[in-house]
């Protein structure tokens, strides 16, 4: 028996390692090999393009495929796949005993999935950077062979056409589909709280969470999706899967209440037969919980929502936490990460990858002097609700990347002070270039704690340095997180009396 692998990453190559184990052989298909070859443990490694032959054709029709999340469904070779399964689904079929929490939305994933998983004193993983194979290997010791997978997804037969981006059509599934059944938390042995991606939940059929947490959504991976609409239908599935379980009220889900004003986004949350709680903001969860102030104090917003999301969700799904834990917690790497230099603030936000995440920077510094360093794969999504308020408080920007030269042209025609540099070191060299004017005008020649002390004593504004780029970082970095680890080193470099 051999089962298809469609990419191959993170995901699938811990997936890989736990099928050889089993003793099964993979297909493994990825731009990255050239020829068909094998590896050590006698699984093909094969290019895309094989397939137009027809040898690999029957092959595709007839194996079990699990694909990589980050494979888009208008990918041409997909329509040679016939059996195509997410990791959710393959794994979710195999346990019994679980109990999980999936977190997704446009930002604040990461930060809430790690906040639950601490306060629950139980494992994350899925999008966050652990795949779901290492958690099965940790947590089971079970062994399955070729026959018995064999037998598990012999009815396998997907609900709808998940190649299919027309949001309406994502939406109709069969009458007779079924969801995976769940436990009760009094009788799972393994608890997994899974940073949730709408490339997963796209192909996604079967595995259903017993909390759903969904952050507020904005554009983003449009590019990835084909639509706005068919990325909030993905980022919905899960309520309508609920309507499939053997008992729906065993499942519970937190949605933003700004989601109803989508006709069709309201027509899925309306019908879920699940336990939905709606909120708005902060505020919103506070006012139907009543958290004593001490809480509310440990985290500044965008980051308060993400707590609060956390505790909420499960507070409303019986879920016993141990809020103490909270104490332990930090903010991960290059999220809002404050650093002061020579009497300037400096923001780095690089994993700000979407206009919603950079608004939210934004808006907790607004009564600053702010210079933004915009720009990098914009993944397709508008940055339109950025400018109104880039306009309003007169913040200078400095472009980069794949898109620079679009937001340039956008800002131009707001009226936006901006400045097209290509590249971050470009930027923060033309950021420093204006503030040394600055300081030259006032008798200074370098940077000096005293003269930008001046500088903002004049404006009545603290100075901020600010990387929220609101794209992603492929064009340029291998991560937002080498982006972000340039962007320190330029301070030093450049930002150096």
């Known amino acids: 028996m051999y089962i298809n692998i469609l990419g191959f990453g993170t995901t699938t190559l811990s997936l890989v390692a736990l099928l050889n184990d089993w003793g099964i052989r993979c297909r493994i298909y990825d731009d990255k090999f050239t020829d068909i070859q094998k590896d050590s443990h006698n699984n093909e490694l094969l290019p895309f393009h094989i397939i137009s032959t027809n040898n690999y054709q029957s092959i595709c029709d007839t194996a079990l ?38 977190i997704s939305g446009t930002n604040g994933k ?32 079970k062994k399955h062979d070729s026959q018995f997978l064999q037998h598990i997804f012999s009815q396998y037969t997907p609900p709808h056409n998940f190649l299919e981006t027309d949001y309406h059509k994502q939406i109709t599934f069969f009458e007779n589909h079924n969801v995976y059944e769940v436990c009760e938390f009094k009788d799972s042995k393994t608890q997994w709280v899974l940073e949730t991606s709408s490339f997963s939940l796209h192909y996604t059929h079967f595995a259903l969470p017993n909390l759903y947490i969904l952050l507020p959504l904005s554009q983003d991976h449009i590019s990835w999706h084909g639509s706005y609409e068919s990325y909030i239908s993905d980022k919905l599935k899960p309520l309508v899967l609920m309507n499939h379980a053997l008992n729906p009220k065993k499942h519970y889900a937190l949605i933003p209440q700004e989601l109803l004003q989508i006709s069709f986004a309201k027509d899925i949350i309306t019908r879920c037969k699940g336990n939905l709680l709606l909120y708005s903001d902060s505020q919103a969860l506070q006012d139907r919980f009543k ?26 799904a019986n ?30 936000d690089s994993k700000a990858t979407n206009p919603h995440a950079t608004l939210a ?81 006032m008798g200074q020649t370098q940077f000096h704690r005293d003269s930008l002390h001046d500088m903002q004593k004049v404006s ?31 301070i030093q470099d450049i930002f150096t009396a």
């Open 65 to 102: 495929s699990i694909i990589s999340p980050g494979i888009p469904p208008h990918a041409p070779f997909l329509r040679y796949f016939k059996n195509i399964i997410s990791e959710y689904d393959f794994f979710y079929h195999l346990l019994q005993d679980y109990f999980s929490i999936w």
């Open 110 to 141: 990461t930060t809430t999935t790690e906040m639950t998983a601490l306060l629950l004193e139980a494992k994350s993983g899925g999008n966050i950077g652990i795949p779901l194979a290492t958690l099965f290997m940790q947590d089971y010791k």
């Open 291 to 316: 958290y004593p102030q001490e809480l509310l104090n440990l985290f500044k917003e965008p980051f308060k929502l993400d707590f609060l999301l956390s505790i909420s969700g499960m507070r409303f």
């Open 319 to 348: 879920i016993p936490f141990n809020i103490d834990l909270i104490q332990n917690y930090q903010v991960g790497y290059y999220r809002m990460q404050e650093r002061y230099h020579n009497g300037i603030l400096f923001i780095n």
């Open 361 to 441: 920077a934004l808006r907790t510094y607004k009564d600053c002097e702010i210079y933004l360093i915009l720009g990098g794969d914009s993944k397709g999504a508008a940055l339109d609700m950025l400018y109104p308020f880039l306009y309003e408080h007169n913040i200078k920007v400095f472009s980069i990347g794949r898109d620079g030269a679009m937001i340039a042209c956008d800002c131009m025609k707001w009226g936006i002070c901006i400045q097209e540099c290509g590249t971050l070191s470009n930027a923060m060299q033309e950021i420093a270039s204006q503030i040394r004017l600055f300081t030259r005008q």
């Open 460 to 490: 009545q504004k603290r100075l901020v340095v600010m990387l929220s780029p609101a794209c992603a970082s492929l064009d340029q970095y291998s991560s937002y997180k080498e982006r972000g680890d340039e962007f320190n080193t330029l």
